[in-house]
């Protein structure tokens, strides 16, 4: 038979619950005097700091709180501690307060204050029994002014920043340099502002590293294109006229010190590449190409015919030109791209000009379908050389057009005058002299082309008076003179002094000239086809005469003793008015008055050294 367990048991139970009952004792009387130390510590140290509370090395145990600010104030000198900043390799150091760093007292006496009086019962019976008696130095607060670190930190980068360089080129003279690039340096405010807010957080006394941003150059070494640019500059540039053209394949060089005004270069891509690309400045390339537009232009020509009487149709004398003109936008495109292709040539680029007349027009097409006037001038008297040159001159009209409505300029329809191109030297005024003179003879022509349009009723927009009366100009078939043609002469210097008409009319007008050596003629014909139109017209002749002075004799080195040659010839000062009247139908469309005067002009004689007998020089 087995016994009770549980009576045999009960001992053991009773000494386990004994020492159940002796733990919870021992905690709860261990409670009672923490809570107890705690209240009584609470009582004590009632709105002072509890004991052992150092912050950042100052003892504040037992202060109130304003004792406390007081004593961190006086104590804690938070720009004693310089901050050293590193920007690469420049370092620098800075005041806390720079940055925006400033110690909070009354925050950071409050975090003393609570410090064994906040947290959990845990925390705060464990410093009761644990940390009373030991120091502990808290951390004091300081606030960050984001605002104004961040502004310190654009300062130091606007004195530490460098812009990024990229690699160029130069021009020393006509030498082509590489410049090198340099990697640029940038602050990068925001990460460098959460370095410094990082350090601040931390306490960290070590140097803080700002964040810089390195931008690398897209060319770092140009001398590989230096060597290209250099080769645009080891000749003359040669502008081409191309084929079809007049003069095709005829160069038009730009020399070397033309082109280093001119050249620069500009960085683009090539093959996904930056590139730095000679190039000319479009400007200064433009200005060449206007000036060498003048040089390369042919002007359109009209063809050229004589008026048949017979058949009173136009007979084809010279076929028409087409003429051009530089194209210049396209021209600098040709020649930026062969520039930029390190090409010393490029051709030019032009546009044709189609003459308004082609070679087959009739008569009835232009209204040239009669003659509309006729004018003749003599030369009775005129050297071999001025007679030349009035054939040259005359021959440069002849079979030449005139549009409806268009004005006639002489100077712009007349090659230079000069020996090139045909002319000879005959007398000419100039600068108040009579002297010989390259195109004597050519206002022969000018004047009998003004006396042709003032007698066909053409508007004159343009005419000169000779400084003097010329015999030439008031001669006759007869070899007399007609003073009534005195005022109706014109003068043309070539660019200067132009004769100038239009043609009023809706039909088109052909010249013709003709010089007749054996009658001392030059005749100018006008066919066109009449509009109606008449011409009434009045001289005063010369009035107001004014007899020149007595003839005036000058020494000439070059001319032998008793040699006396006559250089000017005198003629009478005199005041002409010359009206016009000009009817079409009936109606009156024109009224004009021509005003000349003419100054009085001495004869002029010059004679060898040693010659006897010379009057005065008639100044009396």
């Known amino acids: 038979m087995q016994g009770n367990p549980s009576v045999e048991l009960s001992p053991v139970l009773k000494l386990l619950s004994q020492a159940i009952f002796v733990i919870f004792a021992g905690l709860f009387l261990f ?101 009373r008696r030991s120091s502990h130095n808290l951390q004091p607060i300081v606030t960050f002014n984001e605002t104004a670190a961040l502004e310190y930190l654009r300062s130091a980068a606007r004195e530490y920043d460098r812009p990024v360089v990229e690699a160029g080129l130069a021009l020393d003279g006509s030498r082509v340099t590489a410049t090198p690039g340099q990697v640029g340096l940038r602050l990068d405010l925001e990460a460098s502002l959460a370095r410094i807010a990082d350090h601040i957080k931390r306490f960290d006394s070590s140097p803080i590293q700002l964040a810089v941003i390195l931008d690398q150059p897209q060319i770092f070494d140009a001398s590989s294109f230096a060597a290209q640019a250099q080769q645009i500059l080891s000749s003359p540039f040669e502008l081409v006229i191309p084929q079809g053209q007049q003069d095709a394949g005829r160069t038009y060089p730009i020399s070397i010190e033309e082109m280093v005004p001119m050249l620069s270069f500009i960085r683009q891509p090539v093959d996904g590449q930056m590139a730095i690309q000679p190039q000319f400045r479009d400007d200064l390339l433009s200005a060449y190409l206007v000036d060498l537009a003048s040089r390369t232009a042919i002007r359109p020509q009209n063809p050229r015919f004589i008026f048949n009487d017979d058949t009173r149709q136009l007979d084809l004398l010279a076929s028409a030109v087409t003429g051009r003109e530089l194209n210049i936008s396209e021209s600098l495109t040709s020649i930026q791209a062969a520039v930029t292709a390190h090409r010393n040539s490029a051709v030019l680029s032009f546009t044709n000009l189609t003459p308004a ?87 022969q022509v000018s004047t009998t082309l003004f006396r042709a349009a003032f007698f066909s009723g053409f508007p004159i927009e343009e005419r000169h008076p000779h400084a003097y009366r010329v015999s030439y100009y008031e001669k006759t078939a007869a070899n007399g003179r007609n003073s009534n043609l005195a005022g109706l002469d014109a003068t043309v210097f070539i660019p200067l002094v132009d004769l100038k008409f239009t043609n009023d009319t809706p039909y088109w007008l052909l010249m013709e000239t003709y010089i007749s050596r054996a009658a001392n003629r030059i005749t100018w014909k006008f066919y066109s086809t009449s509009d109606g139109r008449s011409v009434e017209w009045e001289t005063s002749g010369p009035v107001s005469i004014v007899e020149p002075k007595k003839p005036l004799y000058k020494k000439n080195p070059d001319l032998k003793a008793g040699e006396i040659k006559q250089v000017d010839w005198e003629a009478d000062g005199a005041d002409v008015r010359v009206d016009r009247w000009v009817y079409r139908d009936g109606s009156l469309i024109i009224s004009d008055i021509i005003r000349t005067h003419y100054a009085p002009w001495r004869a002029i004689y010059e004679y060898g050294p040693g010659t006897d007998g010379i009057p005065n020089n008639g100044d009396d």
């Open 31 to 131: 409670l009672v005097l923490g809570l107890s130390s705690v209240l009584i510590d609470q009582v004590w140290y009632a709105g002072r700091v509890m004991p052992g509370i150092h912050m950042n090395g100052v003892d504040l145990s037992g202060m109130d709180l304003n004792q406390a600010a007081g004593a961190l104030s006086k104590e804690f000198r938070l720009n004693d501690q310089e901050i050293m900043i590193q920007y690469g390799d420049i370092s620098w150091p800075v005041l806390p307060s720079q940055l925006g760093l400033q110690l909070d007292t009354s925050a950071s006496a409050r975090a003393a204050f609570n410090y064994g009086r906040r947290g959990s019962l845990g925390s705060i019976i464990a410093y009761q029994f644990l940390g």
């Open 357 to 443: 007349v082609a070679d087959t027009a009739n008569s009835q097409e232009l209204g040239i379908t009669e003659i509309v006037h006729e004018e003749h001038s003599y030369f009775f008297g005129s050297s071999e050389p001025r007679i030349q040159n009035i054939e040259k001159a005359a021959s440069e009209f002849h079979g030449l057009l005139i549009a409806p409505g268009a004005t006639f300029s002489m100077a712009a329809n007349m090659s230079d005058i000069s020996l090139d191109n045909g002319y000879s030297e005959a007398l000419i005024i100039f600068n108040g002299r009579t002297i010989e003179g390259v195109g004597g003879g050519v206002c």
